[in-house]
């Protein structure tokens, strides 16, 4: 099936540094990507879609200066934690919307800010 | 508007019998409704789909859902529970919103198997 390749797996930073994570769609274009944030027993927050070429739509309540999406090309989004503290530690995944397989999602990124 | 509730945040249940994770949604438009399900640390990993089709849908290891618009429902099920079943299930509706499907989660079940 369709996949999305998320990198890193794992993180862990400093307070105060910035930490970028990068979505790929493998043997597809992704127009759209989806990226989530999960916290621990809870289900996937929207926190904003990226569009090719475009800005991204941030969902009411993401800091958009602090939470930076780019999505340069149609296999590639990027999620960038600026200045991360301790509260921004939790696991983010991203999805693809595919024609066939529905919504694709990345392994997700654990983030640990110390 | 849309919404999904997973109207039961554990079920727990022994290896070798069914299981039953249910799931209600609401939505103003003929949805398409997903199953996810999600390892410890892991991304998510579809089950099955509906998307207006036979509205018994099979997906992968064993697992059904059908779908009842009268009871605007899309409970999974499996015969048997098997231990490697156990994880977290997501039911996700979709909707669109400026040319875009956006999916909306639900809570999530934790389902937990015996042996």
């Known amino acids: 099936g369709a996949v999305v390749s998320q990198h890193p797996s794992r993180v862990i930073c400093k307070s105060g540094t910035s930490v970028k994570i990068e979505c790929r769609s493998l043997?597809?274009?992704?127009?759209?990507m989806f990226w989530y944030r999960q916290f621990p027993k809870k289900s996937l927050m929207l926190m904003a879609t990226?569009?090719?070429?475009?800005?991204?739509?941030?969902e009411q309540g993401v800091e958009k200066d602090k939470f930076l999406i780019n999505h340069a090309s149609l296999t590639l989004s990027t999620l960038t934690v600026t200045s991360a503290h301790p509260e921004d530690s939790s696991f983010y995944i991203c999805?693809?919307?595919?024609?066939?397989?529905?919504?694709?999602f990345g392994s997700g990124t654990r983030l640990t800010v110390v | 508007a849309q919404s999904v509730t997973q109207l039961d945040s554990h079920v727990s249940v022994s290896e070798g019998t069914p299981v039953l994770l249910r799931c209600n949604y609401s939505?103003?438009?003929?949805?398409?409704l997903f199953w996810y399900v999600q390892h410890p640390n892991k991304g998510l990993q579809l089950l099955l789909k509906?998307?207006?089709?036979?509205?018994l849908v099979k997906g992968i290891n064993g697992f059904e859902a059908e779908f009842k618009k009268s009871e605007t429902s899309f409970h999974l099920t499996k015969p048997s529970a098997h231990m490697s079943d156990a994880a977290e299930y997501f039911c996700?509706?979709?909707?669109?919103?400026?040319?875009?499907?956006?999916?909306?989660f639900g809570r999530g079940t934790s389902l937990i198997v015996h042996p």
């Open positions: 990226s569009n090719e070429g475009s800005k991204a739509t941030y």
């Open positions: 939505s103003s438009y003929s949805p398409s």
């Open positions: 509906y998307t207006s089709a036979a509205t």
């Open positions: 043997d597809f274009q992704a127009t759209t």
């Open positions: 996700v509706v979709t909707h669109a919103s400026g040319g875009s499907y956006i999916p909306t």
């Open positions: 999805s693809a919307p595919h024609h066939r397989d529905g919504y694709t």
